[in-house]
């Protein structure tokens, strides 16, 4: 039983665009959420988070919102910039515990 | 400050065989987990060590074992290895155990097994 889902599993956006990616979880329990990009041939790398009693953090061209009642959350870059193209993975934590992640999205940023 | 190193970075091995993979942590932190990510799929928690201790242990057998030095570098050991073990294998600190919200990620090693 996959606790963080990612449906899509890849998202092309034309340079300039907002690029929306979205993550579904199932367990009320997880209370941290963050957003990781990994490069080829490199480790993720942490980029945003959001703590459940926020409903939206933003920094810089990135932004993740959180609706706890419908179980999901989405980050948003605008611009999206051709270096943004890289696999995102969500990920969620419950009292500090392990970080569960979902199997990633793929995003290509089109010049 | 230097990050979380991994090594070996690719190996291959055959069925049956033991292997052992290594990491240290970024500098100032204590905490160390490790993750199996296999191919099209999201990084899996195996375990986490924190003060030479295991703190948390993911759906993994127990030939899945780790340990955790004084300076905080750790191993993850695989025996009796099978074709499924086949994945990047990451490895993460972070800087203590509670209230430690974000993972520091190696590289990884890559593991082939035949």
């Known amino acids: 039983d996959q606790q963080v889902k990612q449906n899509s599993p890849s998202l092309s956006v034309q340079e300039g665009r907002i690029s929306i990616l979205n993550c579904d979880y199932t367990?009320?329990?997880?209370?941290?959420f963050l957003w990781y990009k990994k490069y080829p041939a490199e480790g993720p790398t942490f980029l945003i988070s959001?703590?459940?009693?926020?409903d939206k953090n933003e920094d810089g061209r990135f932004t993740v919102f959180l609706n706890k009642s419908a179980k999901h959350l989405s980050l948003h870059i605008v611009p999206s910039q051709p270096g943004d193209s890289a696999v995102y993975f969500c990920?969620?934590?419950?009292?500090?515990?392990?970080?569960?992640f979902g199997d990633g999205t793929t995003l290509t940023v089109k010049p | 400050e230097t990050g979380v190193t991994q090594s070996p970075t690719h190996l291959i091995k055959t069925r049956g065989q033991q292997v052992t993979l290594r990491c240290s942590s970024q500098?100032?932190?204590?905490?160390v987990s490790w993750y199996q990510q296999a191919l099209g799929q999201g990084p899996q928690f195996i375990f986490q060590?924190?003060?030479?201790?295991?703190?948390g242990r993911g759906n993994f057998p127990p030939r899945f074992s780790g340990l955790q030095f004084p300076n905080y570098s750790s191993e993850l050991n695989v025996n009796a290895l099978e074709l499924d073990d086949s994945a990047l294998y990451l490895c993460?600190?972070?800087?203590?155990?509670?209230?430690?919200?974000?993972?520091?990620f190696g590289a990884g090693s890559r593991l082939t097994v035949l």
């Open positions: 993460a600190s972070s800087p203590d155990r509670v209230g430690a919200n974000v993972l520091t």
């Open positions: 367990n009320s329990m997880f209370d941290y």
């Open positions: 959001i703590s459940s009693i926020k």
């Open positions: 990920a969620a934590r419950a009292n500090a515990g392990k970080s569960t």
């Open positions: 500098s100032g932190h204590n905490t």
């Open positions: 060590y924190y003060r030479e201790e295991e703190n």
